[in-house]
């Protein structure tokens, strides 16, 4: 993505989710260009942010890509997988600045012509992340933007083939990001 007129639309696009409350937003796009104005926007909207990390299997933490790469509390930037569950060949992928890693390969699609196929790309991977916070969301709606991105995070399910590659070593899993959500609960009972 090049940022100025795109920038912009991102821009007006989160100014709408913050005014009509909308909690989570998938920005399955990105670029290299750093843009002050869209930084700002992400860091003043009240939901959940998820960021594609990007495609050209490089480290976002020497070469960031953005808005994966900014340093926002309510971002979370995911890498892709592959079934084996190990980093997809193309995924960027970064130990500071990517959080965890989701399906990102063979993600069967519906295109604009009603036509299917199968996506890989790491703007694959983040909307299965965007999903499972929806999911969690609609279970407890009175979650936080900082209580969902702690549950998740802290629910990725660690591998070895992430190890050094994404921030929790990990990647998605919805059934332990719900056992994690129900023992916070209980504890707080």
Request: aromatic residues 8%; hydrophobic residues 40%.
């Amino acid at each position: 993505m090049k940022f100025g007129l795109d920038a912009a639309s991102a821009i007006a696009a989160i100014s709408f989710a913050n005014r009509f409350n909308i909690p989570i937003l998938n920005a399955s796009w990105g670029g290299r260009g750093y843009s002050r104005a869209l930084k700002d926007a992400i860091e003043h909207y009240n939901g959940l942010f998820i960021a594609s990390a990007g495609n050209s299997a490089e480290d976002n933490d020497i070469t960031p890509v953005y808005p994966a790469s900014y340093d926002c509390d309510n971002i979370i930037s995911v890498a892709a997988t592959t079934p084996d569950d190990t980093l997809a060949r193309f995924s960027n992928y970064g130990a500071e600045s990517v959080d965890l890693a989701a399906p990102g390969t063979d993600i069967l699609s519906l295109g604009l012509q009603r036509e299917y196929s199968t996506q890989n790309g790491t703007s694959m991977a983040a909307p299965h992340v965007a999903g499972a916070a929806a999911l969690l969301k609609s279970y407890l709606p009175n979650l936080t933007t900082s209580d969902l991105k702690d549950i998740i995070l802290s629910s990725a399910v660690k591998t070895p083939y992430l190890a050094g590659k994404v921030s929790t070593g990990g990647m998605l899993n919805v059934h332990a990001m719900f056992e994690r959500m129900n023992r916070l609960r209980r504890s707080s009972i």
